[in-house]
C-alpha cells in the first residue's frame, strides 16, 4: 500500500473517496488548519494541521489540495522531506515557479503528479486505440466547450475569483483540464490568440473566453468558455482525416464511455471492431491513481507528468499574453518574456 497524506480539506474530500475506491493507497493522514471541517471528512484518519507532522507518519505521497498559490511551496517542502507529490491544477501560478518545482524534483529523485483526470475513461480509452492503429490519421480540427454554471455560492469561498487566491479565472480553475486533454490528443501548441471578459460574476478575473490555437501539426482548435451556462456541460469534438470523435457531455468524467466514433477516411467496420475490443476502464479520479501508482512503482509511461504539468502553465501563460496584447502568441515562451514570472496583473 502506498500511504499518502492529503493537504487540505476542501477539494481533498473528493480525493479521499477516490483513494477509498481503490486497493493501492491508505490515507494515514489529514492536514487542515481547518480542524472540524478536517474531522468531518476523515472519518477514523488522523488528522494534523501541520504538513511535517503529516510526513513524519511514514508518508509515500503527499496529495496537495490547497488554494493554487501555496501549491509550489508546499510540493517543494514535500519533495524534500522525501516523498512524491500529488498536486491539483494549476501545478504552479507562473512559468518560473514550475521550473523551480523542476529543479527540486530532479534533485530529489521524486515524482510529481499534476492532477488532470479528464483523460481518463472507457471512452478515451477507445480514441487512444484508434489512434494506435493508425485509423484516425492527422487532426483537421477540433472544438472544445467548457460551459459551467458558477455563481455566488461557489465564490463565497474567499480565495475564488481573486488574484491573489485562485491566481486566474475561469481558463486556471476550469478550462484546463480540458486543454490538458486536448494537448495529449492532439500534441503541443504552437500558437494561440484569445480574447476573455468577465461577463457573468462579480469576480477580478475572467469567467468567460473566446480561445484559437495552432498545434505543431497544423491542426486548427477552438475552444469556447463561460462560467455563465446554465447547467455545467463539458463537450469535445475532433475531425481527424480517418474519422470524427465527439464526446459526451459530462462536465467531470469527460473520458466516460459515451464517445462516438463517425469514420470519414477510414471503415466504419474496422472502427466499430476496434472500438468494440477495448475493455471497460476506470474513469476520471480512479484512472489517474491507478497510473500514478504504476508509477511510483516503476512504470511511468501512462502517468500525467511533471512536464504535463508545466505544459498547462505554458499554456495559459499565452491566453493571458494573447488576450492583454490583442495578438497571435507563439510557444513556447522564453524566459526573456514579462509573462514567464506570472500573468497575474501588477495592481494584484
Not at 29 to 57: F, N
Not at 59 to 73: E, K, R, S, W
Not at 178 to 202: E, F, W, Y
Amino acid at each position: 500500500m502506498i500511504r499518502v497524506a492529503i493537504i487540505g480539506a476542501g477539494i481533498g474530500a473528493e480525493h479521499l473517496a477516490g483513494y477509498r475506491a481503490g486497493t493501492e493507497f491508505e490515507v494515514v493522514a489529514i492536514c487542515d488548519l481547518d480542524v472540524a471541517r478536517a474531522k468531518a471528512m476523515a472519518g477514523d484518519i488522523p488528522v494534523v494541521t501541520d504538513m511535517a507532522e503529516a510526513v513524519k507518519m511514514g508518508v509515500d505521497v503527499v496529495d496537495i489540495c490547497l488554494p493554487p498559490h501555496l501549491h509550489v511551496p508546499f510540493a517543494i517542502k514535500a519533495l524534500e522531506a522525501g516523498c512524491h507529490v500529488i498536486c491539483e491544477k494549476p501545478l504552479g501560478c507562473s512559468l518560473v515557479e514550475v521550473d523551480g518545482l523542476i529543479t527540486v524534483a530532479k534533485a530529489t529523485g521524486k515524482q510529481v503528479f499534476p492532477v488532470f483526470q479528464y483523460r481518463y475513461g472507457t471512452g478515451l480509452a477507445k480514441m487512444r486505440a484508434l489512434i494506435e492503429k493508425g485509423l484516425t490519421g492527422q487532426a483537421i480540427a477540433a472544438n472544445a466547450q467548457t460551459h459551467w454554471r458558477r455563481e455566488a455560492d461557489y465564490y463565497a469561498v474567499p480565495w475564488r475569483g481573486t488574484w491573489a487566491g485562485e491566481q486566474g479565472g475561469s481558463i486556471v480553475g476550469h478550462a484546463i483540464h480540458i486543454h490538458d486533454l486536448l494537448c495529449q490528443l492532439l500534441g503541443p501548441v504552437a500558437r494561440v490568440s484569445a480574447v476573455m471578459d468577465t461577463k457573468a460574476n462579480p469576480i477580478e478575473t475572467e469567467d468567460t473566453a473566446a480561445i484559437n490555437w495552432v498545434t505543431d501539426l497544423g491542426a486548427l482548435v477552438s475552444s469556447s468558455v463561460t462560467l455563465g451556462a446554465g447547467h455545467d456541460e463539458s463537450r469535445l469534438k475532433i475531425m481527424f482525416q480517418g474519422l470524427t470523435a465527439e464526446s459526451g457531455t459530462q462536465p467531470y468524467a469527460l473520458g466516460a464511455d459515451d464517445w462516438t466514433f463517425t469514420a470519414r477516411g477510414a471503415s466504419q467496420q474496422v472502427v466499430d471492431q476496434v472500438v468494440a475490443s477495448v475493455p471497460v476502464q476506470p474513469t476520471g479520479f480512479a484512472g489517474f491513481l491507478r497510473d500514478v501508482a504504476t508509477a511510483i512503482n516503476g512504470d511511468r509511461t501512462t502517468a500525467v507528468s511533471l512536464m504535463d504539468g508545466r505544459a498547462s502553465i505554458e499554456l495559459i501563460t499565452a491566453l493571458y499574453q494573447a488576450d492583454r496584447q490583442r495578438a497571435w502568441v507563439d510557444l513556447p515562451i522564453p524566459q526573456s518574456s514579462p509573462m514567464y514570472e506570472g500573468w497575474q496583473p501588477k495592481e494584484a
